[in-house]
C-alpha cells in the first residue's frame, strides 16, 4: 500500500487575535481548577504531607517536559489541529486520526460534567432554585463566548485564569503570614505536621500512585496551548514565551499551596478526608481562610470554584471544537464542520459540540447514571493518551527533522530536554495511566468491571486508530518521508490566507 500524507490545512479563515497574555494564561489557566481548589485536600490526606508534595512536583515536571515538546512542535507549525495534525504527520495517520477525534469526545463530555458541578456550586446559594436552570444558562453562557469570536473567548479565559490566579497568590501569603505568626489561626503550624502518624509519606508507595492520578487529572488542560497555536497573533515568539512561564507557575501555585496547606493543617484532619465539591466548606483553601478569621471564606471560595468550572468549560468548548474543525478541514471529518463564520468562527464545529455536551449532560440528569459513568471514564482515559501522543509525535519529530539534514538553529523554539524530557513524560505517563486502577488486579478475584470501566478508553482509541489503519492502509510515516513547514513561524511566511506555509521544503542533497 502506498504511503498517504496528508496535509495540514492551512485554515484559511481563523483569526490570529490570540495575544501572548491570553496564550500565558490559557496555559496557566488550564491548570488550576476544582483539582487544586478542592482535591487537593484528598491528596494529602491518602499520601500524607510528603507524598502528596512529591507527586505534584513530578507530575508538575512531566508537565513541563510535554510543555517544552509541544512548544517545539507549536511554534514551528502553529495549527489549531495540533496533536492530532503532528500525530498524523510525524508518527501515523490512523494515529493522529484517533488522537483528534478521541480529544474532540473528551472535552465534550468533560464539559458536560463541569455543567453539572456547576449545579452543585450554585446550591451553596440557592438550595431552591432546579440545577437543570443553573446548567442550561452556563451551557448558553459558554457556548455565546465561543460563537462571538476567537478573541471574546481569549478575553473571557484571560480573566477567568486572572481570578484564579490571584486567589492562589493571596492564599499563598496569607499561610506564610499564618505559618511565621503574624496572621491569627497558625498557632498549630509548623513541621511537625509532617510527622503526625505515619508521615511525611503516609500509604506508601500505593498511596502515591493513587495520589499521581489525581494530580495527573488537575494538570489536564495545559496541553489548550497547542490547540490555541493556529489562533496566536505571533506563535514563533508568544508560544515558546507562554511554555517557559509554565513550569515556574506551576511550581508556585501548586507546590507552594501543597507545602502550605500541609503544614497548617494536619493530613490526619477529618476535613480533608472528605474534600468533595458537593461541599466547598471543606475546601482546604476554605479551611485556611477561616483559621485566619475570614468569615467569609466559603462564600469567596465558592464562587472562585465556579470560575474554575466555567473556565474548564470554556476552554474545552473552544478546544473541541477547533479540533474538530481542523479534523473536517483535513478530510477525517465530514466537510460541513470545516465551514466558518464571517468572524472566523467553526459555528458548525460549535454546535455539535454544544449538543453532544448538552446530551451527555441530559444522560447525567435523567438518564443512566451508570451510563454517564461511563461516558466519564471514557473520556478521562483520553486526556492520558493525548499527553502520551505528544511525547511520541515530538520525539519523533526531532528525530526526523535531524535525519533529513536540518538545523536546529533554525526551529523558533527548541526543547532543552531531548530527548530525556519526551521519553520521561512518556514513561511516567504510561505508568499512571495504566496504574489507574492496577488494584482491581491484586484481588482474589479479577474486579473486571472496574477494569472495563476505568481502561475503556484504551480499547476504544486503538479500535479507532486500528480501523482508519485498516480502511485507508496507513503505515508508520518514515523520517526520510516526513514533511517538514518551510520555518513558517520563524521566517514569518504566510499564504494567501494569512496562515503558515506548509509548502514542502525540498531534501536535503545526498
Not at 507530575?59 to 517545539?72: D, K
Not at 526531532?398 to 536540518?406: C, E, F, L, V
Not at 526543547?415 to 482474589?444: E, R, W
Not at 492502509?473 to 517538514?484: A, E, K, N, P
Request: aromatic share 14%.
Amino acid at each position: 500500500m502506498p504511503q498517504h500524507h496528508i496535509e495540514p490545512q492551512a485554515a484559511p479563515g481563523l483569526r490570529r487575535e490570540l495575544k501572548a497574555r491570553h496564550l500565558t494564561m490559557i496555559a496557566i489557566g488550564g491548570s488550576i481548577g476544582t483539582g487544586l481548589f478542592v482535591a487537593s485536600g484528598a491528596t494529602i490526606s491518602q499520601a500524607g504531607p510528603g507524598g502528596a508534595l512529591l507527586s505534584y512536583i513530578l507530575i508538575g515536571l512531566m508537565v513541563y517536559f510535554l510543555m517544552t515538546c509541544l512548544g517545539e512542535l507549536a511554534a514551528y507549525m502553529p495549527v489549531s489541529g495540533s496533536f492530532a495534525t503532528y500525530g498524523a504527520r510525524y508518527v501515523e495517520e490512523g494515529f493522529g486520526f484517533a488522537l483528534g477525534w478521541n480529544y474532540w469526545y473528551n472535552w465534550a463530555v468533560t464539559i458536560a460534567v463541569d455543567l453539572v458541578a456547576s449545579q452543585l456550586v450554585m446550591n451553596y446559594w440557592f438550595p431552591t432554585v432546579p440545577g437543570w436552570i443553573w446548567s442550561a444558562l452556563f451551557l448558553g453562557i459558554m457556548f455565546m463566548l465561543n460563537a462571538i469570536s476567537v478573541k471574546g473567548f481569549g478575553e473571557a479565559e484571560y480573566w477567568f485564569s486572572l481570578i484564579k490566579v490571584v486567589t492562589v497568590v493571596v492564599f499563598i501569603a496569607l499561610g506564610v503570614l499564618m505559618i511565621a505568626g503574624i496572621l491569627r489561626g497558625g498557632e498549630g503550624a509548623g513541621w511537625h505536621n509532617w510527622q503526625v502518624g505515619d508521615a511525611p509519606f503516609a500509604g506508601g508507595f500505593p498511596a502515591m500512585i493513587g495520589v499521581a492520578m489525581i494530580v495527573g487529572f488537575s494538570f489536564q488542560g495545559t496541553e489548550l496551548i497547542g490547540i490555541a497555536a493556529g489562533e496566536s497573533a505571533d506563535p514563533g515568539k508568544n508560544i515558546p514565551r507562554a511554555v517557559r512561564q509554565v513550569f515556574w507557575r506551576i511550581l508556585l501555585f501548586y507546590v507552594l499551596a501543597i507545602l502550605i496547606i500541609s503544614l497548617i493543617i494536619p493530613y490526619t484532619d477529618p476535613n480533608l478526608l472528605r474534600n468533595d465539591v458537593k461541599d466547598i466548606t471543606v475546601s482546604p483553601f476554605t479551611l485556611v481562610f477561616r483559621n485566619a478569621g475570614l468569615l467569609s471564606a466559603a462564600a469567596v471560595m465558592n464562587a472562585v470554584i465556579l470560575t474554575a468550572v466555567l473556565s474548564a468549560g470554556n476552554s474545552g468548548m473552544y478546544a473541541s471544537t477547533r479540533m474538530l474543525y481542523m479534523l473536517a478541514c483535513e478530510g477525517k471529518a465530514p466537510k460541513i464542520f470545516a465551514k466558518l463564520s464571517r468572524g472566523g468562527v467553526p459555528r458548525n464545529a460549535l454546535y455539535l459540540t454544544t449538543l453532544m455536551a448538552g446530551m451527555c449532560f441530559l444522560t447525567s440528569m435523567y438518564g443512566n447514571q451508570t451510563v454517564y459513568l461511563w461516558l466519564l471514564n471514557t473520556s478521562g482515559m483520553t486526556g492520558f493518551i493525548a499527553w502520551l501522543g505528544i511525547a511520541i509525535s515530538h520525539y519523533r519529530f526531532r528525530k526526523g527533522y535531524i535525519a533529513q539534514g536540518r538545523e536546529l538553529g533554525d526551529l523558533p523554539y527548541i526543547s532543552g530536554f531531548f530527548p530525556l524530557g519526551p521519553m520521561f513524560a512518556f514513561v511516567l505517563c504510561l505508568l499512571i495511566t495504566l496504574g489507574q486502577n492496577y488494584q482491581a488486579f491484586l484481588q482474589d478475584r479479577i474486579d473486571w468491571y472496574g477494569v472495563t470501566a476505568t481502561y475503556i478508553g484504551i480499547p476504544l482509541f486503538l479500535a479507532i486508530w486500528l480501523g482508519y489503519k485498516w480502511r485507508h492502509g496507513s503505515r508508520l510515516v518514515r523520517y526520510q518521508d516526513m514533511i517538514f513547514p518551510d520555518r513558517p513561524a520563524a521566517s514569518g511566511r504566510r499564504d494567501a490566507a494569512g496562515q503558515p506555509s506548509t509548502r514542502r521544503a525540498e531534501p536535503p542533497p545526498r
